[in-house]
């Protein structure tokens, strides 16, 4: 409400003057002769043109398909791991587009980081057997999931493997860990002696690198993980009719990839561009980035196998999974009826870290009134395997936003107010990398946005940014439907009420580093958001797609199963492109401090509830911190800010956020700096440092811990307070 | 040179785009219908007005002083040691006269503090005594100044006293530690058992913490400073002739107060402005912020009774000092032949760390056309005792030039195009407090200044403010000259040869943490510089003018040994405020990037001769280093820039300091985090961090901290890529 006002008052201001001027000197003069700067400093959005931007973004008359398909076809038709052939071909193909002469960008790079990565031995494939004690083999995990089709059958399909988990062949009793978070670890010890099992654990709980991090100190040697069709395919396990190719469901051989290590960014590099500037490859143990034993992911159908056959006690119900048999601790190791009685379960892990060239593709529309200041779309460009959704979907979107955009540009219809900078990263599955090692180059950015695609929106982003992703989704027809909104589609999904707005949809914050997002949010305090189409989960428990990360992950997959026609796309390319024109072009960014502000309050509201009367009795007083500056000083503020220029209000609402980062607040989270949306492991929905100190100290009791959580208090007070000055009108 | 020629290609631009205006539109319209804002658009420094403040910084008719004088009087009245009543004396005082609606300035205000400071007990003064071994006391440290005037017999002149040494009695045989360096104890270790020794030291050579805190790890349980004759009087001893209220020299009996504390800002709230959020008393020990051991400072006339009766052997030639007898290193203890022969030397210290409320005084004239962007000036305000050139010299020349700028506010002559902001800093003298906690808590500034006063200028910054100095410094006089500027005075007593500019005055960096400016470079990374007139250092070796933190730094002393006439004053007054108004309101700031390339490439030269070939044997390579992107690339990238407006010139000049800032660079230097200018203690004119790490790599010969050598270049490179980029033209 308060910005709408501001935008007001300004525009009318600006507009007044230029009408005096006219009026003054005459309509008769050419007005070709106005100094240029004079008819800049005014430019703002065209709505005419968001209107040709959304037309543009076309569907073909020929199959009513978006027409962006034939970018996602491309993109997929061969595995693009990073580093890869594949990836290089992606590469190119990338920049032939964005130099296009007719369709493409001002221009467009490559830029190269040399990056720690992890791959298995293409020549000794990593190896899970069931051995007895004469060490003959009983049985033998599959080494590449099943194939349907060519896609699954091309000799670039890597094999599933644990990135960074480190090679060696231990061997052992093996016991299920449900999850392997730090409690199921701390439960199953209470039954059985871990010293030299291995663990099999499900995805789900806790981070992939936890799995193996939690379980080491009880005496783990080696842990598998796999995906319980209870998590992922509502329980259905069958491939003659039920799973992929019959349906969206995961076939009993696929395995999820993924990286196994915990920060973003090159982890040799830390804090630094990885320009060959290697620290030490100890970092990487020293810093516990990485698991400190063997992990291997398998599939269900291999993990069936296993766990049914494993004696001791049952687990607790809410450990069980969609397996028809009951899922038992292990005695460790397998039940007496079982033909693997009395055998272990080996890993021979041959995976081996390198550092190799990974590129970020880089491409620029220059602003043509404030060039240096940036607005950056990215997506990640590498894959495990052919990557359909994740993340050729959101690369199809780009491509086709920078097509029209570009084709504007070049037939001199257009040219942003700002510089939009586009980045197709590299090295994303690895952890992050190429977009951290981009953010730890650079420091003045405005908003970043990704995309990926299916039944509804979803958003996440720092609170500011809502107003303008709820402005472009009203503007986007939902897929299949002419006359429904983005927008009102959406809110039938996810809503929630908003005490200044009424019913709006739902929106996520960026907490944690679930994708690109992280470095800009976390480490720069960059304002950002990260918008795709998802599916209905109303009609699903799958954690997540279900291809996720496997070798399924295909065109074939995509078109079938998660956007037949690809209209989601298509919105999702309108809904995106209508955002980013909006920050690039509008005179005084659409960032809404006054949204920013409802969100710290509910933080705020529950940090009260959940701490305040345990707080007192520690003689820590939260009273003192929200008089001295918490949501309400925050909010006064705001509502006193009246500066009278746009550049002003503009450099206000772009430091918003980076008011927000104290580098000495979370000595203990690398690359973690914005106190308001740092990770956390408490799982409230308040201030990460302060719900991570609390549970700590409340678990303790010690007095040096219940000082942190002071601390924290203090490092939030300060921030917001800070925020709130930044806001606040020029002393 | 480049910024002159974009200087002027700027101008010419704006200034033709206005000319197209007029001669288009016509002249015959009135001109005062112009849109405001066009006029404030080219505003730039005028040199009329530059003029009318020189000659507005006057000279008395009726004494031929500086008009300050009074100033100076009135503000070295009473003592006002921080948060004293005369502290609070001196902040109503400034507060009126920034608040005086004929003279004073658009705003001012109190900003409070609460910080951590540290003090004697009047009631139960400090002691240090020589007692035998039945416990007789032979001899009694003095336990205040010798009067001369009244200003020594103030009831609020504080005992002299290590602020933040604790309170305690130890007791033990003497020995003397020179300047308690670690190499100093190092040594003596070598020829005395420490253990339970009291160590007499001097004052320099080593900061004032470090004399205990490299001592205890020896067994030295409590520690004696004084001021060497040799180091601050050139020998002289006797105040019936030689010493104050003779000349500028020390009397035997004054002592230099001073904080024996390590970092720089209120130690209980590290990182965060101190605003009763304190973390924990423990803190203070837990990050060894304070000597572990009781400290009391001493006159040389104690300091001679005790350390000519030493026994043992000899101390070193370059131990030896101004007293006219040898100094050996103690038996420990007393010579048999002493009358204090087999006695101890016992400190009773009282005192007592307590939190209370400091002030700083700001005040603002807010800027016409970039209110949002600020230039600040500030000095500190609390004294030890009279403080009459420390701070009060500086504090008197800040008022001067407030009264006269203030002046042209109120008479609607002048208004700046950016805001000053002026800061009048508490708590300076306990660990530059009051300056540290208002950047703690702010992060849009642009510069500061400092002053003192007395033969010649003294200048130190970073390397791109040297150009507005030299600038400025040649438009006043120097005192006692009408035909000399200060800047040919200047480059008569300090001159060194440039590349670039041929021969110049020398400037100073701003390593370390001498002063105010320190928060402002180091934790926040802005272009800052520290002014001053200082004595010829041809004519004595004094470390310091002598009477610096004693009783005897008064207005007589001043006004007698220090600037008569007060003409040097004027001079830094009128230099200062000349600084002040073209950073205040030049078009383009005044901030030269080929000055601060020079400097680089100094630093780089002066690395690759001293490490290059040691780390090539350790396969380290800085080749690798300067070719992607040291100095070479920064000044190409310089030489390249050719932005077209103002503001983004100004942004680019503005931010390049704060490029060089690494939080994470110096994780065992608290507060410090400009990778150039960080505090070494290697003691060689070239990068900190790579300096000091290799030190310690070429001592311990540890991979480990090679691998640090190599971090540090990483860190380095990246930095200067990062400042070259943030000066190249927007991609």
Redesign the interface.
Known sequence: MLKQALLGVLCAAVVL?IG??IG??GIS?SSS?E?P?MKDVVKDVDENLIKQFLSEVKTSELDSFWIGVFLHRELTKIPHMATSPGDEQTVQFMLKRWKDPDSGLD?AWRQEYAVYLSFPDPEKPNKVTVVDPSDAELYTVREKEKPYYDDQRHPDVVQPYAAYAPAGHPRGKLVYAHQGKAADYELLNKTVDLRGTIAITRYGGAGRAAKAINGAPYGVVGVLVYTDPLDINDGLMSDTSETYPHSWYLPPSGVERGSYSIPFGDML?????A???L??KDMATLWSFIPPIPVQPIGFEDAYKLICDLGGDAAPNDWQGGFNCTYNYGGPGFNTDSVFNNSDVKLDIYNHETVKNSSNVMG?I?GSVE??RYVIYGNHRDSWVHGAIDPSSGTSVMLEITRVLGSMVKQGKWRPRR?I?FGSWGAEEFGLIGSAEYT?????HVLRLNSAANATLRASGVPSVQNVIFQASQQVSAPGHDSLSVYDNWIKYSNRTSPTHGLIPRMGYLTGAGSDYAAFVHYLGIASMDISYTYDRTKTNARIYPAYHTAYDTFDYASKYIDPGFVSHQAVARTAGNILIRLADSLLLPLNCTDYAESLEEYLKEAVTLYEAQLQTKGISMG??SE?GLTVAFCQKVNNCR?LKA??IN?QLM?LDR?FL???AFPDQYGFRHVIWASSSAGKPTFPGLADAFARAQSSEEP?DW?KV??H???L??AI??AA??LAE??
């Open positions: 003057s005096i001027l003054h000197f003069k002769s100094p700067w221009d590099t830390p804090y630094l561009a320009k060959g500037n620290v030490s620029i220059r060039p240096d510089s900078i730890e180059g650079k420091l003045t003192e911190r001295s500066p550049r002003r450099d430091l008011a104290n580098p000495y040096r000082e002071h601390y208090l203090s490092v007070s300060q307070d800070g000055s930044m020029v002393i």
